[in-house]
């Protein structure tokens, strides 16, 4: 009988995956290289506990997937990848930071073919660890390790702009004064995301599963949190998740009653119907790789292309303005979902291959 593992392996379209298994703490290593078309892959590394190997094999082929059109729509010379660390509940932070070291002399012996920076579960103090082995190939460090830190903030100024654009569309005018947006998760980008909302004059709810989150985004913000279900059923111009995946879905989409979506969250489509099922009640989508390409652009663009804070923050703002307007545009002119958009766009990138990847040569598209 064929395993789902050998399913995944076998029907996927990337390139190849990379798996290890972590003998001393029963930890699974999963790195998917989706494609290679537009420049070495990279992607970050998440590191939570999974039901099974095949969920962790899925999860970060899907996430490297969303890399690969996530640089061909930021205009950056990267192909898409991702890393897994699938490891068991508990793990004790010397055993993590042993793993971590582990995986980053794998990242070290495939000479480049990866790069990767933080993501959901690892933190710039985790690259400052995993780089003790994986330099050069290791981005989003802390400043003191010479990185450029959490990438959280910088994802959220993109998140703005999209939903700029995206009220631009719906109500004549981008400005965010007024308008009622509902934040689901108050993290790495949740949090930076609703002060900036604040200070836009927005009417902000947020919800997040962690009391820790609720307690900071009282203490910095004065904000009380809804339940974490509300979010689905609250009225308001814009839901933006900033938690998980897979959170729009046949359960969630008819409980919405938002104007539109528009976070940072990766794969927040559970499947390609939901797009469909989107545009059906009338809900604008912002697709979650084009709007939450913040993160990897800072993040490469100042470690890599010698941008300041100011020059990165400007390049995510108008990089996200101008694309997002076109894939809306066409999504229109092609009667077509706005996921269906994105990929237009992307593909047509891609498919003029790496020429077209202009940030490191002076950001045209910016
Ligand atoms: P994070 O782990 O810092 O924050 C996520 C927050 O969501 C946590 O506080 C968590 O408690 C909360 N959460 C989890 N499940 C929830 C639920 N059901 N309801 C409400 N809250 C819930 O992660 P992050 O870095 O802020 O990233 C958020 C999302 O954005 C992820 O999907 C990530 O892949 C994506 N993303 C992040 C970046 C970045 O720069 N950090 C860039 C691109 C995409």
């Not at 990848?81 to 993590?96: F, S, T």
């Not at 990185?147 to 005018?173: I, N, Y």
Request: hydrophobic share 45%; glycine share 12%; with cysteine.
């Amino acid at each position: 009988m064929t395993s789902r593992v050998e399913t995944l392996l076998g029907r996927w379209d990337g390139e190849e995956v990379i798996v290890r298994h972590d003998q001393l703490t029963n930890a699974w290593i999963v790195i998917a290289i989706h494609s290679t078309r537009l420049g070495p892959a990279a992607g970050g590394t998440r590191m939570k506990p999974y039901e099974s190997l095949a969920d962790a094999v899925e999860d970060a082929q899907r996430l490297a997937e969303g890399m690969t059109y996530k640089f061909a729509i930021a205009d950056l010379p990267r192909g898409g990848g991702k890393a897994v660390l699938a490891v068991p509940q508990g793990l004790r932070e010397r055993e993590r930071a042993d793993l971590l070291r582990r995986y980053g002399a794998l990242i070290a012996q495939l000479g480049g073919l990866y790069q990767t920076g933080p993501d959901v579960g690892t933190s710039a103090v985790d690259m400052d660890v995993i780089a003790e082995t994986g330099a050069p190939y290791v981005f989003g460090r802390t400043p003191d390790h010479g990185g450029s830190g959490d990438s959280g903030p910088a994802t959220a100024v993109g998140v703005l702009a999209g939903m700029r654009v995206t009220c631009e569309r719906l109500f004549g005018q981008g400005a965010l004064a007024g308008r009622s947006v509902v934040v689901q998760g108050a993290g790495s980008v949740g949090l930076p995301l609703l002060r900036l909302l604040l200070e836009e004059g927005a009417d902000v709810a947020f919800a997040d599963a962690a009391p820790e989150a609720c307690e900071r985004a009282h203490a910095e913000l004065g904000l009380r949190a809804i339940a974490p279900e509300e979010v689905y059923d609250r009225a308001c111009d814009i839901f933006a998740p900033c938690a998980l995946g897979g959170i729009l879905n046949e359960r969630t989409i008819p409980r919405l009653r938002c104007r539109a979506v528009v976070g940072s969250a990766n794969n927040q489509l559970a499947s390609e119907g939901d797009a469909v099922r989107l545009r059906d009640r009338g809900i604008l989508y912002a697709p979650d790789y084009v709007v939450n390409c913040g993160g990897a652009m800072a993040l490469l663009g100042r470690e890599t292309l010698g941008w300041s804070h100011e020059e990165a923050d400007a390049r995510i703002a108008a990089t996200v303005r101008a694309t997002l307007a076109q894939i809306y545009a066409l999504a229109d002119a092609e009667d077509v979902p706005t996921d269906e958009a994105a990929r237009i766009v992307a593909d047509a990138r891609l498919e003029r291959g790496p020429a077209s990847a202009s940030a490191g040569r002076g950001g045209a598209a910016m």
